[in-house]
């Protein structure tokens, strides 16, 4: 069963140009078990269900029943969303899809965890669960420019954590990709959440290697409904997979990306 709830919010901060975390509290977040799962966060009273906003869940904190959530803003409902106050409460739907496989990667292993900008947040929960089982963790995090990069310092907390701007204004000029090569960075699993150019030289560029893709495709309803996030299966015309209930993280190869 789907759940639902008021949650209210603790903390609302803007982290980066444009970026803001929000935290917000309640009994949703005993729910919240998997790392790469979303919520489908709601923020006006008007019944259009197209007027939530699947956001992935950041850190998850099941003891203070308190969880964060990073969003870009960019059209009105992320508007409305931004300019939401402690105190306030915001209608959440989830925590919904299927997140990143914690069991794919075993102690003393090392995990490569790749994100393109707003991709990024659900890699930071997938980090700490993952040096909680004392996997070593390397992550390569790509922005467009200086001023959109967050979370540099707290994912440096988990491990060795590498910056690429396309426009080189911090860490190094270029793509996650360029970074992996340059610095030939070695991995047993590779965990990615970015725009599907990303993902798909990701999944070219380690054909061999065990690969698990958070796709941030465009979503509707958010529960299986509505078709507005379906992706094809490869070999197939007729196949095809919903990214909102069968992802949003699926293993390499699974969907055409
Ligand atoms: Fe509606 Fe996936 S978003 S089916």
Redesign the pocket.
């Given at each position: 069963m789907i759940k639902r709830e008021q949650m209210k919010i603790v903390h609302h901060e803007q982290i980066a140009k444009n970026i803001y975390a929000i935290t917000l509290t309640g009994y949703l977040v005993e729910e919240m078990n998997e790392p790469g799962q979303f919520v489908h966060v709601k923020v006006t009273s008007q019944a259009d269900p197209l007027l939530r906003r699947p956001l992935s869940l950041c850190r998850i904190d099941q003891g203070a029943r308190e969880c964060t959530l990073i969003y870009r803003k960019e059209g009105i409902g992320t508007t409305l969303l931004s300019e939401k106050r402690p105190g306030e409460t915001v209608d959440v739907l989830g925590p919904l899809g299927n997140g990143f496989p914690l069991d794919a990667v075993e102690k003393g292993q090392r995990a490569l965890l790749v994100g393109g900008g707003i991709g990024v947040p659900p890699l930071y929960e997938l980090a700490k669960r993952l040096v909680e089982k004392d996997v070593v963790v390397t992550s390569v995090l790509g922005f467009q420019t200086k001023e959109v990069v967050f979370y540099e310092r707290e994912f440096a907390e988990f491990g060795e954590t590498y910056i690429a701007t396309v426009d080189g204004s911090h860490g190094t000029k270029g793509f996650v990709t360029d970074v992996i090569h340059e610095r030939a960075i070695s991995f047993d699993v590779l965990y990615a959440c970015g725009p599907k150019p990303m993902l798909k030289a990701l999944e070219q560029a380690f054909p061999h290697k065990d690969v698990y893709l958070s796709l941030e495709e465009r979503?509707?309803?958010?529960?299986?409904?509505?078709?507005?996030?379906v992706c094809r299966v490869p070999g197939s015309e007729t196949a095809y997979k919903?990214?909102?209930?069968d992802g949003p993280v699926f293993k390499a190869g699974e969907v055409v990306l």
């Open positions: 979503m509707g309803c958010g529960i299986g409904a509505c078709f507005a996030c919903k990214v909102c209930c």
